[in-house]
């Protein structure tokens, strides 16, 4: 498993590298290439706007995942995206068909596995998509259009009930913190932090006691 990790760290850097390159390779082309550069200081300026905003999303993200995705997981997903409403679902739903546990060699394997599947059927039929996307926006009624800002939520309850399941006081601890939390006046970006935080706090300190009790 060891071999099988240094592995995927190795390839992992390398096409992840070589992902940002190619994210960098047109707007450089753009900027420098064909003469439309906007200056330094509006992408200075911008960056700092955009980042003020989710910059803590791009540390949280990484602890949030690593724990369900593991290793090669984590690579993986975070090369195709679509982590939250896609890969993860994926890992939770191969883990429990298969019966092996998050956090494991064997649900890393599984999760990987689980992902690189939903990654390719998602470009298979997000291609075609993509293409006659405005077409399709024309044809799907108003009414099917208004479900589509639930479906995240919705798949956010699925994967919450499918691991609550399991751990069902976790499940409500998680379940009170969030809303709790995110009824608070607290800024956006810190309401993310904070879950994690409280919820770390309180499952060590729940399986501390349990530890004393046995």
């Given at each position: 498993m060891q071999e099988f990790r240094a592995a995927s760290h190795k390839w992992g850097r390398i096409t992840l590298g070589l992902a940002i390159l190619i994210s960098f390779a047109m707007p450089l082309y753009i900027s420098f290439v064909m003469g439309f550069h906007p200056?330094?200081?509006?992408?200075?300026?911008?960056?700092?706007?955009?980042?003020?905003?989710?910059?803590?999303?791009w540390f949280l993200e990484p602890i949030m995942y690593f724990p369900v995705l593991g290793v090669s997981g984590t690579y993986v997903a975070f090369f195709t995206?679509?982590?939250?409403?896609?890969?993860?679902?994926?890992?939770?739903?191969?883990?429990?068909?298969v019966g092996v546990k998050p956090g494991t060699d064997e649900g890393e394997i599984?999760?990987?596995?689980?992902?690189?599947?939903?990654?390719?059927?998602?470009?298979?039929?997000l291609i075609p998509v993509i293409l006659a996307g405005l077409w399709l926006l024309t044809v799907i009624p108003e009414s099917i259009q208004e479900v589509f800002p639930f479906v995240l939520p919705a798949?956010?309850?699925?994967?919450?009930?499918?691991?609550?399941?399991?751990?069902p006081i976790y499940g409500l601890?998680?379940?009170?913190?969030?809303?709790?939390?995110?009824?608070?006046?607290?800024?956006?970006?810190?309401?993310?932090?904070?879950?994690?935080?409280?919820?770390?706090?309180?499952?060590?300190?729940?399986?501390?006691?349990?530890?004393?009790?046995?």
């Open positions: 200056g330094f200081s509006l992408i200075l300026n911008s960056f700092l706007a955009y980042s003020a905003v989710v910059a803590i999303v995206g679509n982590i939250s409403n896609m890969c993860l679902p994926a890992v939770a739903s191969c883990q429990e068909a599984i999760g990987t596995l689980g992902i690189s599947a939903a990654s390719l059927v998602n470009k298979v039929i798949i956010f309850g699925a994967v919450l009930a499918q691991f609550a399941g399991k751990f601890l998680a379940l009170g913190v969030g809303i709790l939390v995110n009824m608070s006046p607290l800024p956006l970006f810190t309401k993310n932090i904070l879950c994690i935080i409280i919820l770390i706090v309180i499952m060590l300190t729940v399986n501390k006691m349990k530890t004393k009790e046995a």
